[in-house]
């Protein structure tokens, strides 16, 4: 057998060995949590592309031997290097962490699909290396040209051709005994997948969603997204208003960037609700709605307390049919997040507070009953590589789909292990107390400005708080896992 034929077999095996390494990995993580599982993950994605390196520097110097390029792979060749070499760069990219949004460096799992398939070509053509005349050449060489255009044009379509348009899901049956409930939102990515759990249970009734202009969506943007939420959530009569797009004091803001991402959905689309926002304000949605509801309502608030600082500054009578105020925001015993992602000097300050401090102030100082769920719980939920690869098995609609495609585009953050489920673990305690443990604490929220502003703080001149302090994470993953695939009752 010739050299150069020995080079191409071995090359084109260990390009097939190469492509399965990482899906070997697979069953390897299965069951393993924390940290180990990425390290492991990793582990696998780097052998597995280091050694389909191997493979096509093998193949490539068997079809290449002596400088000339046989009849047999002059083409094919040619489109299977340019494939290889382009999969190769892109693998290692991903396991460097730096990949970049879109073409084919993004193409992580078509580059499995084109590295296995390029093997099995390579395989293909060397066993074919049986003695033919021109006659005969013509017909093999001409299948394995059109088999490789197949696979480059397959490959094209799945990296370039935008993700199917989803489809509105038949909402089950709000219970009759369901628990009135008005989420308060600045209509972030994470505040997207609270909305769909809470829409994904039959003993809470979503009656209004509330905007806040103050937070990190824009009020235009805000609603219009937070109207076609519902509408893939098959509730799109839920009524939507914005309110003021200031906080009720100071200048303090969200990056200008993030604003941007979250006023564009992350580049996604959600289906067209022919409903237009309301016709009231945020403040009077508010207050009719709590008014008027014969049951008492739950408050979930998930950016900035502007509009609830508000309306209960206007109408402070509003706390006795309130049965509690579920906050996400604070960071009590642990660092806060807006120094570490921007650069404002402010280590101590959770951004929704930060934003309005004096609108947060209005409502500890309310009288409503509140439980507060700040970092000190949500740091125990982070969104982990492991749930999202979990998720990507197991999407069965369109809501799950559109909130693996929200995490999809936010994968670099979940790599990095700086993303976490804010605003859905805010909502799942207010659904499920068993999530989380809490702490009855005098806190006061530092209103002046400077390095404390929108700090929680301690006192004894403080208001009494609830605080969840730990989370349970698996708990929480599970049954979010079950509201979005629709499984809860």
């Known amino acids: 057998m010739q050299a150069r034929r020995v080079l191409i077999i071995i090359g084109g095996l260990i390009l097939v060995i190469g492509s399965r390494l990482p899906w070997i990995s697979a069953p390897v993580l299965y069951g393993v949590e924390g940290p180990a599982s990425e390290a492991i993950e990793i582990g696998w994605e780097g052998s597995g592309y280091i050694t389909g390196g191997i493979g096509l520097?093998?193949?490539?110097?068997?079809?290449?031997?002596?400088?000339?390029?046989g009849k047999r792979y002059s083409i094919p060749s040619a489109i299977l290097a340019t494939l290889a070499v382009l999969v190769v760069i892109g693998c290692f990219y991903r396991v460097l962490e730096i990949d970049p949004n879109e073409g084919f460096l993004r193409a992580t799992d078509v580059g499995i699909y084109v590295t296995f398939i390029g093997g099995l070509l390579a395989l293909v053509g060397a066993v074919c290396r049986i003695s033919m005349n021109q006659e005969r050449q013509g017909p093999i060489l001409l299948i394995i040209v059109i088999s490789s255009g197949l696979m480059l044009a397959l490959l094209l379509g799945r990296v370039r051709t935008a993700s199917p348009s989803l489809e509105p899901i038949t909402p089950h049956a709000v219970a009759a005994d369901a628990q009135p409930v008005v989420i308060d939102t600045d209509m972030t990515a994470d505040d997207w997948l609270a909305i769909l759990y809470l829409l994904g249970r039959s003993d809470v009734d979503v009656q209004a969603i509330t905007v806040t202009g103050a937070g990190e969506a824009h009020c235009s943007a805000g609603t219009r997204n937070a109207l076609n939420l519902v509408a893939l959530a098959g509730r799109p009569e839920i009524p939507v208003a914005c309110g003021r797009e200031a906080p009720l004091e100071g200048d303090h803001a969200f990056p200008t960037e993030w604003r941007e991402r979250v006023d564009d959905l992350l580049g996604l689309t959600l289906p067209e609700n022919s409903r237009e926002t309301s016709s009231e304000s945020a403040v009077e949605l508010l207050t009719r709605i709590i008014q008027r509801s014969p049951q008492k309502v739950h408050l979930i608030t998930l950016g900035p307390l502007?509009?609830?600082?508000?309306?209960?500054e206007a109408e402070p009578g509003l706390v006795m049919n309130l049965e509690m105020i579920t906050v996400m925001g604070g960071a009590v015993e642990v660092a806060g997040n807006v120094g570490p992602s921007s650069n404002i000097e402010n280590e101590v300050a959770e951004w929704n507070f930060y934003v309005d401090p004096r609108a947060a102030a209005e409502v500890f100082g309310s009288g409503a009953p509140i439980t507060l769920v700040p970092l000190d719980a949500t740091n125990y939920a982070p969104v982990t590589i492991e749930f999202y690869r979990r998720l990507e098995r197991d999407r069965t609609t369109s809501v799950a789909e559109f909130v693996y495609r929200v995490l999809a585009a936010q994968e670099e953050y979940v790599r990095l292990g700086s993303y976490y489920f804010w605003d859905p673990l805010a909502a799942a305690i207010a659904t499920e107390e068993g999530l989380g443990t809490f702490q009855k604490i005098s806190l006061i929220v530092v209103e002046e400005e400077g390095a404390e502003s929108g700090r929680t703080l301690e006192s004894e001149r403080g208001v009494i708080i609830r605080v969840a302090m730990?989370?349970?994470?698996?708990?929480?993953?599970a049954l979010f896992l079950d509201a979005v695939n629709g499984r809860l009752p």
């Open 470 to 477: 730990t989370a349970d994470r698996e708990r929480f993953e």
């Open 57 to 69: 520097i093998l193949l490539l110097v068997g079809i290449f031997w002596k400088g000339r390029t």
């Open 306 to 312: 502007t509009n609830v600082g508000e309306v209960l």
